[in-house]
């Protein structure tokens, strides 16, 4: 603590020291302070730049909102003329060391309007007229020619300006127009999904309904026994009664049994008393 309160104590001794060997404060080689232009003041070219500090300084100057314009290495004071400035608004004066650059370094922010010169230039009207009646009435025509174009060029700035603030209304009226119709959009997209999930959700109800029937239905066909016997009724011809009988025949001459249609169709086409067409009798279990 104590080794530290020395060292304060030195560096303040030897500020001092150094503003009364050199008559000039240290401080201001190590952060210059700017005297002219005055922070966020409003001036027409030319501009007088000056600052206390380094006399050797980089000097930029740069549109709010735009590029920088550097200047390279200037003594203080020097001055800005009407061709440094591209455009009336604000600009920043950026001051940096030739060595150490942002370290030692200072800014300063102030705005441009040159309609402020002419009027600054033009004579007042209380004073003015009687001077250009009794001294010089030839010269007062000029004399009120210069506010007029004062104030005409601030008029056609205000033209200007409304006229910018017209198209920032209507740009802003088109955007929450289209805003509207996104969200209007939107909204409709919402609702076609909601109606494509709900049709989803039929479909995939009436599909598990169509697989439950499906898997039923299957169940019931696995139970049925297949049919192995086929038979088809005769009426031979009676030689003792004329009524005539029916006979269910199953079997070929042979004696075997018809266990496909295709075999009971076989006998039964070269039979002339067959009566019907196959079909199916039962399976061999007497079911």
């Known amino acids: 603590m104590s080794r530290a309160l020395i060292s304060v104590l030195c560096g303040i001794v ?10 000039t404060s240290l401080l201001y080689q190590v952060r210059p302070v700017v005297l002219l232009p005055a922070e966020q003041t409003v001036v027409s070219p030319p501009v007088t730049v000056d600052w206390d500090g380094p006399t050797t300084m980089n000097v930029q100057l740069r549109v709010t909102g735009g590029p920088s314009t550097d200047f390279g290495q200037q003594r203080a004071p020097f001055t800005l003329t009407q061709a440094d400035f591209p455009r009336d608004g604000g600009y920043e004066l950026i001051l940096e060391h030739p060595r150490f650059g942002a370290l030692v370094s200072a800014r300063r922010q102030f705005r441009i309007l040159t309609a ?4 600054q230039a033009a004579p007042d009207p209380t004073t003015a007229a009687p001077k250009a009646t009794t001294a010089k009435p030839k010269n007062l025509p000029s004399d009120r020619a210069t506010p007029r174009a004062a104030r005409a060029r601030l008029y056609k ?9 017209q198209r920032l209304h209507d740009e802003n009226k088109r ?8 969200t209007s959009e939107e909204s409709e997209s919402t609702e076609r999904s909601s109606e494509s999930e709900d049709q989803l959700a039929t479909l995939a109800a009436e599909q ?25 009724f005769s009426y031979p011809q009676a030689q003792f009664t004329s009524i005539p009988r029916r006979v269910l025949l199953v079997t070929d001459p042979g004696g075997n049994v018809f266990s496909t249609p295709a075999q009971c169709e076989w006998i039964r086409r070269s039979d ?3 009566a019907t067409s196959c079909f199916c009798v039962g399976n061999s279990f007497g079911g």
Do not use: H, K
Request: proline share 2%; with cysteine.
């Open 14 to 23: 030897g500020i001092l020291a150094g503003d009364v060997v050199f008559r």
């Open 116 to 119: 402020i010169e002419e009027a």
């Open 157 to 165: 700035r205000l033209r200007v300006l409304a006229d910018e603030n």
């Open 175 to 182: 955007l929450a127009e289209e805003m509207e119709s996104i």
């Open 208 to 232: 598990q309904r169509l697989l439950q029937d499906n898997a039923l239905l299957q169940l019931r066909l696995s139970g049925v026994v297949p049919c192995s016997v086929w038979g088809y």
């Open 272 to 274: 002339t008393t067959a």
